[in-house]
Every structure is written in structure tokens, then in C-alpha cells.
């Protein structure tokens, strides 16, 4: 048997973008759609919240997708099965609520097409109507076209450089859906704040209701240090414990941009010490 | 004074009567320099060398009814104890300290002995009293230097088991008398480190974390199971909890952030003193990029409230390097609920004091960056429910402080993650605390017990750890007769009959 939080399996999706397969069957037990962990590394490392790609009770496997954009998901990738992670707390945060709203569209840009799909999956269990958009800067970087087309009625792909798919952006593909096929009865969104933020726009204006997942910075995520906290509606939210997921229509985007670019003069510092500690070779 | 023991010495002061005692003058621990130790994170006060114990204990006068004992929360042996080191006797000291207390380097530390047991000690009528503190602190000191720390026998197995919620010193506290009987204990912590907010919250300067990790060794010693990363509530409920254990105790603390709710505290730099003290302590973001934890780096920086968290979020930020570090706080110093001796600290280490004060609204720059705080000056009219004289805003006297960064620390309510997710559990719907008969620690839901800062909102580490104990004789009462209905455990009804106790 695996020992706890061993790394079973490090694959990579697309550049930077790695799937992990770790050992957690309590965690992957209980996860439900929706929910994150937060892992550490080892002794000096930061705690990382990761949303759940997916989990298998019977495996005990759980599943992460994470692209590179620091010195600690960097470190990351150099992870190679049978190392172990330090920590793995979760499954953290609320779960999506799944109901049956009649027609949704998922709509999943760059990276965060791998939280979209334990999404996508149940909505479609529950006897909805799924309409995947995907979205990807180029053909290269996306990932789990496949996965997705599994769970739902209908998949479109879009690439911002039409180098596949459809040549334009994710709000672009959901305006002609509208137009095509009517508002659906509800859009779950999960990508970048920027992508949220203008999928957000044109639902307001077309008034369907839209579910996001937000990532602030976090650090314990168990609701004690108030770090990830957000604007929704005018109120002050703890994303990790009364999130991640919220209503859009209600989301202060640009506050949480601004929050999410705190420490990048520090993220910066950290990421080129790294880049000089791997090419002199203090790193291997 | 030398380090060796000075056995005529010893002997001389044996001899001395009360009289000459009382001339003895309260020894005080010799600290590390101000100007030195705003660099670094070094503990402030190294400790009494042992001849200087020696002579401090032998100011006691070993009172008939010491009131020392009745003003400590876990009532410790204190004349017992003091008498030992007074005779040079610190192997025997520290036994005596641990019958009672098996956390002696962290009470030592924190405990507001000013406002316990040396509050109420004889000689402090006259002059000083006996600085029990400093002593707590130096057995437990000897002990752990002479390298070996005795492990507390365990009992023979009851065959019961309990899981105890929080590894703060509540959850340790109760884990350690548990296993004393013999049950099987399990520690359930939602981080990745044990001692709650000894480890996250207390900073390193006041309260090394090497002398807590070596105080929960012992209680792995014991053979406690300490379970991290578990989120009770979202990995399991204590509903699922209680049917693997007998009995559960919640030691969940009180975690949960307040915020003032004025305009810009969502700003990019204003931090909960909570995410500010863990991210510096739990995560040794003072080492980044060591750690990869980031923290500020501020130069001015803004510190809201006058507890000990505040103190601790204010010397935290200068030793992170700010060049100025305001506490702005909405009464007079003489209402400052923090220890006296850590606004002496903070008052030596340059912390600049603005009572009453109070920030109204934060103000931030084109990236959403806090840069300045409007502040009101404040002044004290009638006495309110406290009894301390309420603040009220000076019209008119809005003014404005450049600051980069602000640590909001106002206080903590208990994290509700718990209390929601239990069924059947009853909580103050006012403060958000678990109802807790504070005579029996028994909760309104049947098998589940609540202590510390969770039954009675943010206290102090030494009525946690006393919550701990009178838990555990309670759990040892229910696992024995399986009675769940009592007002009093035996032995411990009131001569005269109270008002029931509930959680204050
Ligand atoms: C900065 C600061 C300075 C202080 N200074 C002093 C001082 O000088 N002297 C003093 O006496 N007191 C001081 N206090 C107060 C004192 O620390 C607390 O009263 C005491 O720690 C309470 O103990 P506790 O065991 O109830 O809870 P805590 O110490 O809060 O421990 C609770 C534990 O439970 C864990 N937990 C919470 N929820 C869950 C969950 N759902 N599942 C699993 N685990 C969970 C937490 O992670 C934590 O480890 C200070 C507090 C702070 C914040
Ligand atoms: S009250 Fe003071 S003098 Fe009396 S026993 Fe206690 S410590 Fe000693
Ligand atoms: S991450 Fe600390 S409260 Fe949410």
C-alpha cells in the first residue's frame, strides 16, 4: 500500500500544467465537488490551496491539477512518485450545490477546466443539461478536453489565437450559445479572476445566474486568519469556509485582483533565487 | 550570581526568619537589550541562574492558607513547589509542579501571574510578592536543560477512548489526564502543528517554540495520537467521531477573527493579527525566502487594540523591520487588557502609543494598497457593561497616519466551523460559544465536553488548561457510571447551593 500523501503520479498536461496523482483516501473519500485542499511540501514550505480535480473512495486517490506560476508549484513539478507531500489538509471549503437547475453551462478557462469537471459530472448526474465551454490562450495549453466531453451534453472549445477550436474568447462562445440557444437556467464559471470577472458582465446584463470559484491567497483555510477574505454583495466573506464558490453577479473582481497580486514583488524575488539555485545546481 | 549551587548559602537561608525574608528584594530575570532585540526573534527574558531562584523562592514565608494557591487557576502547590527550589531541590520542584500543571515552560511565560496567584501573595501586602512566575518557569527550565524530561505514568488501559478536538492546551491538557487513567486518547488538529495558539499566535520572542514542542513531546510520550491536518467538520463531524470514541472533547479555541467592518479594511496590507502572527510564527515568514511564506515588509505600520495580541502583532512588526509601529487603541493604557509586562516591552522596543485613539476608515493607493489610516481621538465618559470607562469619539478630531501595512487586533470569537456542523450542540447564539457547564464541562449533546477559549470565548491559556482538567475527572465520571445528567462531579458540590454555572 502507498504510504499517506505519497506522490503516486506526475504527469504533464500541457506546459506548466501538471496532474497529480496523491495518496489521501480519507481525504478522497470525502471530497465533494467543489472543495480544495491545502498542501505543504515540506518543513520550509508554504501551505498551497489546490482545488480537487478529483477523488476515488475506492483507490484512495485524489487528484490535482496545477500549473506552475511560482517557486512553490514550480518546486512542484519536480516531484516524482513515490516522494511524499508533507501536509495534505481537505477537503476544505463548502461543496458546490448541486440541484437540478435544467440547462447549465460550465464554462472552464486555461486551468480551471480541472475543477469545472468533478463540477460538470455531478450537475450532470443530477439530471441537468451540461454545455461545457472550454478555454485556452492556445491549442498547447489546453487540458482535458476528453474528461470534459465525458460529462456533458455538449463541448466548446475556444482558443484566444484560434490555433484550435473556435478563434475568440469563452464570453464570446457563451454570447452565441445565448443567441442560438436561449439563456441557460444558470453558468458556473471557474478560470482566471479576468475571465470570471467579463463571463460575470455579460450574465449580469443578460440576468442568469452565475456561480464562480474564487482563489485569494490563503493560509490556514480553516477560517482563523481571515487572510482570503472577499467582497460579495457589499459584505466581507472568508472564502475558504464560506466559499469558494459564489455568487457572481455580487463578486468585487477588481478587489480580489488587487489581493491576489500582493506579494508578487516577493513571488518574483522567490521564483529567480529558485531559477539561480536549479542552473548552479544547488537544487537538483 | 554562579551557576553552581552555593549549599552554605542554601543552608544560610534556611535559617532566616519572615522578618529577614521579607528584606530579601524580588529578583528580576535579566533580558536581552531593547535596541538588540528589535532585530531579532530571540526569547526577551533569559531566566533566573539558580542561585538567584534559590534566594527568590526563599522570600516566601510558606503561608498556613497560602492565597497564592487559591488565586491559581489549576491550583498548583505553590508554597510545595517554591519550598523545594528554595532548598535547592529542583528535581523535586518540578515534580511537585507537574502533580498539577504538566505545561510549566509555557505557563511560566504567559500566565498573568500579576493578575493570579501573585496578585494575592502575603509578602506582595508589604512589598513584591514572590515572583511564582519566574520560578514556574525555572524548574521547568532545569528540567528540560538537564535534558531529561520525565514522562507521566499512564494508567493501565481502560479500554475507553476519547478524541479530543484542537491540540491547544485545553485538547493537551485534558489528553494528558486522560491517558493518567488509562484511555485511549486521539488528537484531532486542524493544522499542521500542535499547541494552537501557543504555536501560531505567541511569538517566538515570548515564547520559544522549541520549549512547546518540547511539552507536547511529552504528551506523545503518553502515547496520545496526534492526528494533523484534520479538519473535524469537513474531513469528519464529530457525529462520526463519536462513534469511534466513548466520549469527545472540543478544545477548538477561539480562532475566529473580528474585524471593525469600517471602510477599507479589505485593503491590501491590513491583515487579522491572526494571519499576521501565524504567517510570522506557524509559517517563519521573518525567514522568507528561507520559507517560502511571504509577510509585508512594512515601514509603518498601524497596530489596532491593546491585548497581549496586540502587543505581540506590534513587536512582531518592528523586529520584521518597520522603522515605526503605532498601537492605536480606543481607551487609556490603564484599560489595556494586555499584561503589564508586555506594554513595558512594547513601550521599551520604541512602539509608539496612541490612546485613545481609533481608526474610522482606511484609505488605499491605485493598486489597493492601504496608505493611510483616518484616526478619531477618543475620551472616556461614563463606565459601560465592563465597568471601564466607555470611549467616545472627540468630534471633529479626524486626522491622518501614513502607514503601509495595519494588523486589526481587536479580538476573536470562536470558529464556528464545529458548533455548525455538530447536530444537537448548543451555542450562544450571542457570542458563538458551545454551552458548557462550566461545573461539569458537559455540553448540552450527550458524550461531548467543551474547555478553553471555545466554552467561554478568547481567555487565558491557564483556565484553558484548568478546563482541561476538570474535563477530564468529569469524562473519567462518564466513561465510569455512564451517567450523562449531573450538576456537580462528586466531591465538587458547592457548600451552599449556586446558580448554576453555564458559560459566561
Ligand atoms: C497572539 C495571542 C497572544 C496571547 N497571549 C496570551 C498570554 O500571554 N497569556 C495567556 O494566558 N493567554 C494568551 N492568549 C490567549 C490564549 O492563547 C488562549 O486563551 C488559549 O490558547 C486557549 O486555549 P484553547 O486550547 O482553548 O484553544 P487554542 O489555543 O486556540 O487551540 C485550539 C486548537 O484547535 C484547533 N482547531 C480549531 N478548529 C478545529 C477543527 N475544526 N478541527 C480540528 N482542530 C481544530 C486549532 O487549530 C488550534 O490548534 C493569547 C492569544 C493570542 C491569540
Ligand atoms: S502567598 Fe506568597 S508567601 Fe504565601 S505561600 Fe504563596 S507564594 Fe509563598
Ligand atoms: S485562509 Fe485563513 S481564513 Fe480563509
Known amino acids: 500500500m502507498p504510504q499517506q500523501n505519497e506522490v503516486l503520479e506526475n504527469t504533464v498536461l500541457a506546459e506548466k500544467v501538471n496532474r497529480y496523482r496523491i495518496f489521501a483516501p480519507e481525504i478522497a473519500s470525502h471530497r465533494k465537488a467543489g472543495q480544495f485542499v491545502i498542501i505543504r511540501m515540506d518543513e520550509n514550505g508554504e501551505r498551497i490551496p489546490l482545488t480537487i480535480a478529483d477523488g476515488d473512495a475506492k483507490t484512495g486517490v485524489l487528484t490535482l491539477v496545477v500549473q506552475s506560476v511560482g517557486k512553490s508549484t514550480a518546486r512542484m513539478t519536480r516531484l516524482k512518485p513515490g516522494e511524499r507531500l508533507l501536509d495534505v489538509v481537505g477537503p476544505l471549503g463548502s461543496p458546490t450545490h448541486i440541484d437540478r437547475f435544467g440547462t447549465v453551462v460550465v464554462i472552464g478557462g486555461g486551468i480551471g477546466i480541472a475543477p469545472a469537471h468533478p463540477i ?69 464559471a471557474i478560470g482566471p479572476v479576468i475571465m470570471m470577472k467579463f463571463v460575470v458582465k455579460l450574465t449580469k446584463e443578460q440576468q442568469i445566474p452565475t456561480l464562480v470559484s474564487l482563489n485569494p491567497i490563503m493560509v490556514d483555510g480553516t477560517g482563523m486568519c481571515g487572510g482570503c477574505r472577499v467582497s460579495v454583495g457589499g459584505e466581507t466573506k472568508f472564502a475558504c469556509v464560506e466559499g469558494p464558490e459564489f455568487d457572481g453577479l455580487k463578486v468585487d473582481f477588481e478587489e480580489l485582483m488587487k489581493r491576489q497580486a500582493f506579494y508578487r514583488e516577493q513571488e518574483r524575488e522567490a521564483m529567480e533565487r529558485f531559477e539561480h539555485e536549479c542552473q548552479i545546481g544547488l537544487r537538483v | 550570581m554562579s551557576d553552581k549551587l552555593d549549599q552554605n548559602e542554601i543552608e544560610r537561608l534556611k535559617g532566616l526568619s519572615n522578618k529577614d525574608r521579607y528584606q530579601i528584594p524580588r529578583q528580576t530575570m535579566p533580558e536581552q537589550d531593547p535596541h538588540e532585540r528589535r532585530k531579532n526573534f530571540r526569547e526577551v527574558p533569559h531566566g533566573l541562574p539558580p542561585m538567584t531562584a534559590v534566594l527568590e523562592a526563599n522570600r516566601c514565608i510558606r503561608c498556613k492558607k497560602p492565597g497564592c494557591v487559591q488565586g491559581c487557576p489549576v491550583g498548583i502547590d505553590i508554597p510545595g513547589f517554591v519550598g523545594l527550589v528554595a532548598a535547592g531541590d529542583f528535581l523535586g520542584g518540578i515534580r511537585k509542579m507537574k502533580e498539577t500543571n504538566m505545561l510549566p515552560a509555557i505557563c511560566g511565560r504567559v500566565c498573568p501571574q500579576e493578575e493570579q496567584c501573585e496578585k494575592v501573595c502575603v509578602t506582595g501586602k508589604k512589598g513584591k510578592p514572590v515572583a511564582i512566575g519566574r520560578l514556574e518557569r525555572f524548574v521547568a527550565d532545569w528540567e528540560r536543560e538537564q535534558g531529561k524530561m ?82 473535524v467538520g469537513k474531513l469528519e463531524t464529530v457525529d462520526d467521531l463519536l462513534k ?36 510570522s510564527n506557524l509559517m517563519r515568514a521573518y525567514d522568507f525566502p528561507n520559507c517560502d511564506t511571504p509577510i509585508a515588509r512594512s515601514k509603518r505600520v498601524a497596530v489596532v487594540g491593546g491585548g497581549n495580541v496586540a502587543m505581540d502583532s506590534a513587536r512582531t512588526a518592528v523586529r520584521l523591520g518597520a522603522e515605526e509601529v503605532y498601537l492605536v487603541y480606543r481607551r487609556s493604557e490603564t484599560e489595556m487588557p494586555a499584561r503589564i509586562e508586555e506594554i513595558h516591552h512594547a513601550k521599551e522596543e520604541g512602539i509608539i502609543f496612541k490612546i485613545l485613539h481609533n481608526p474610522v476608515r482606511y484609505i488605499g493607493d491605485d493598486k489597493g494598497r492601504v496608505k493611510q489610516v483616518e484616526c478619531v481621538r477618543m ?58 457547564d462550566l461545573n461539569t464541562m458537559r455540553t448540552s449533546k450527550k458524550g461531548v465536553f467543551a474547555g478553553g477559549d471555545i466554552a467561554i470565548g478568547a481567555a487565558t491559556v491557564i483556565l484553558a488548561m484548568g478546563h482541561g482538567r476538570k474535563a477530564a475527572r468529569s469524562i473519567n ?19 451552599t447551593e449556586q446558580p448554576e454555572a453555564k458559560g459566561q
Open chain 1, 120 to 188: 460538470a459530472q455531478a450537475l450532470r448526474a443530477a439530471g441537468n443539461k451540461v454545455i461545457s465551454i472550454l478555454g485556452a490562450r492556445t491549442k498547447s495549453l489546453l487540458i482535458m478536453e476528453e474528461d470534459m466531453r465525458r460529462v456533458s451534453d455538449e463541448v466548446v472549445v475556444c482558443t484566444d489565437d484560434g490555433s484550435y477550436g473556435k478563434h475568440g474568447l469563452v464570453t464570446d462562445v457563451l454570447k452565441e450559445l445565448i443567441a442560438a440557444q436561449g439563456k441557460p437556467d444558470l453558468v458556473f
Open chain 2, 150 to 231: 520525565e514522562t507521566p505514568l499512564v494508567g493501565k488501559p481502560s479500554g475507553k477512548s476519547v478524541g479530543v478536538v484542537g491540540c491547544g492546551p485545553a485538547g493537551l491538557t485534558v489528553a494528558i489526564d486522560l491517558r493518567r487513567a488509562g484511555h485511549a486518547v486521539t488528537i484531532y488538529e486542524a493544522l499542521h502543528a500542535p499547541g494552537g495558539v501557543l504555536m501560531y499566535g505567541i511569538p517566538e520572542f515570548r515564547l520559544p517554540k522549541k520549549i512547546v514542542a518540547a511539552e507536547v513531546d511529552v504528551v506523545s510520550r503518553m502515547g496520545v495520537e496526534i492526528r494533523y491536518d484534520y479538519v
Open chain 2, 244 to 279: 469511534k470514541h466513548d466520549a469527545i472533547f472540543l478544545g477548538t479555541g477561539a480562532g475566529l477573527p473580528w474585524f471593525m467592518g469600517i471602510p477599507g479594511e479589505n485593503l491590501c496590507g491590513v491583515y487579522s493579527a491572526n494571519e499576521y502572527l501565524t504567517r
Open chain 2, 379 to 436: 475620551e472616556l465618559g461614563e463606565p459601560d457593561a465592563s465597568g471601564r470607562r466607555r470611549p467616545i469619539v472627540v468630534k471633529g478630531s479626524e486626522f491622518l497616519i501614513d502607514v503601509d501595512t495595519v494588523v486589526v487586533a481587536i479580538g476573536n470569537g470562536p470558529n464556528p466551523l464545529v458548533p455548525r456542523t455538530t447536530r444537537g450542540l448548543d451555542v450562544d447564539p450571542k457570542k458563538g460559544t458551545v454551552m458548557t
Open chain 2, 477 to 495: 465520571h462518564y466513561l465510569e457510571t455512564g451517567v450523562w445528567d449531573i450538576k456537580y462531579l462528586p466531591g465538587e458540590e458547592p457548600k
